[in-house]
C-alpha cells in the first residue's frame, strides 16, 4: 500500500521561505511522476510543481523562481523549497505521485495522493 504523507506547513510571514516534505512509503522505486499541488479556500486545486524521474520538472508559472521541487532519492521524499512567499500562496498542499509508464506533467496520472498540509502567508 502506497502512504504519501506531508509535513511542514505553518504560518509564515510574507517574504518568508518554507520547505515542505513528503515521505513516500510503500515503493521501494522512484516514482515516475512527482507533483505538488495546492488549493485555496473556494479554489480549484492547480499544480504547483512536477518532477519526473528523469529530473525534468515544470513549475505554474505564478512560482517559477521562487518554488523548487526535488525529490532525494535514497529517503523516496519529495521536497518543495518556498522562497519569497506570498499571500497568494496561502494554500493547502497536496503531493502527489504515481508509478504508471509515462508522466504528462500536471495531467500526470497521479494515482496517489497525500492528505495535505497548510500553508498561511501574513502579509
Known amino acids: 500500500q502506497v502512504n504519501l504523507v506531508e509535513s511542514g506547513g505553518r504560518s509564515v510571514q510574507s517574504g518568508g521561505s518554507l520547505t515542505l516534505s513528503c515521505a513516500i512509503a510503500?515503493?521501494?522505486?522512484?516514482?515516475?511522476?512527482m507533483a505538488w499541488f495546492r488549493q485555496a479556500p473556494g479554489q480549484e486545486r492547480e499544480g504547483v510543481a512536477v518532477?519526473?524521474?528523469?529530473?525534468?520538472?515544470t513549475y505554474r508559472d505564478s512560482v517559477k523562481g521562487r518554488f523548487t521541487i526535488s525529490h532525494d532519492n535514497a529517503k523516496n521524499t519529495l521536497y518543495l523549497q518556498m522562497n519569497n512567499l506570498k499571500p497568494e500562496d496561502a494554500a493547502m498542499y497536496y503531493c502527489?505521485?504515481?508509478?504508471?509508464?509515462?508522466?504528462?506533467?500536471?495531467?500526470?496520472?497521479?494515482?496517489?495522493w497525500g492528505q495535505g498540509t497548510r500553508i498561511t502567508v501574513s502579509s
Open positions: 502527489a505521485a504515481d508509478w504508471s509508464d509515462y508522466c504528462s506533467g500536471f495531467h500526470g496520472p497521479f494515482g496517489h
Open positions: 510503500g515503493y521501494t522505486i522512484s516514482s515516475r511522476c
Open positions: 518532477i519526473e524521474n528523469d529530473g525534468r520538472t
